[in-house]
Nanobody
Framework: QVQLGESGGGLVQAGGSLRLSCAAS????????MGWFRQTPGKEREFVGA????????SYADFVQGRFWISRDNAKNTVTLQMNNLKPKETAVYYC??????????????????WGQGTQVTVSS
């Protein structure tokens, strides 16, 4: 059974940083690209960024503007999202997801087969 578990969410002031982690089990982690998405109530899930299976390619949403960084450790089956200079409007539940499309860092949520339960990020003004 595939499981993805996010951690590291919490409350941070505007301009602050958070580091989210996602631990995966039940899949050959190095064969999957990993993505991060976020969602607020009443809105569709939004792409944040993704990384290919080897970590050789990353992609980010336009709003990231160099503030976030995705990395992965295939030996530990983990992927992380480092977020800097956070803004109040980025308050959301953040999800990690896995896609077997290993060589593309897809922004399309329908490409992702497995999802974590999400971790809440709250940015106060």
């Amino acid at each position: 059974q595939v499981q993805l578990g996010e951690s590291g969410g919490g409350l941070v002031q505007a301009g602050g940083s958070l580091r989210l982690s996602c631990a995966a089990s039940g899949l050959t982690f190095s064969s999957y690209s990993m993505g991060w998405f976020r969602q607020t109530p009443g809105k569709e899930r939004e792409f944040v960024g993704a990384i290919t299976n080897s970590g050789s390619l990353r992609s980010y949403a336009d709003f990231v503007q160099g503030r976030f960084w995705i990395s992965r450790d295939n030996a530990k089956n983990t992927v992380t999202l480092q977020m800097n200079n956070l803004k109040p409007k980025e308050t959301a539940v953040y999800y990690c997801a896995a896609t077997p499309n290993a060589y593309a860092s897809s922004s399309d949520s329908t490409d992702y087969h497995y999802w974590g339960q999400g971790t809440q990020v709250t940015v106060s003004s």
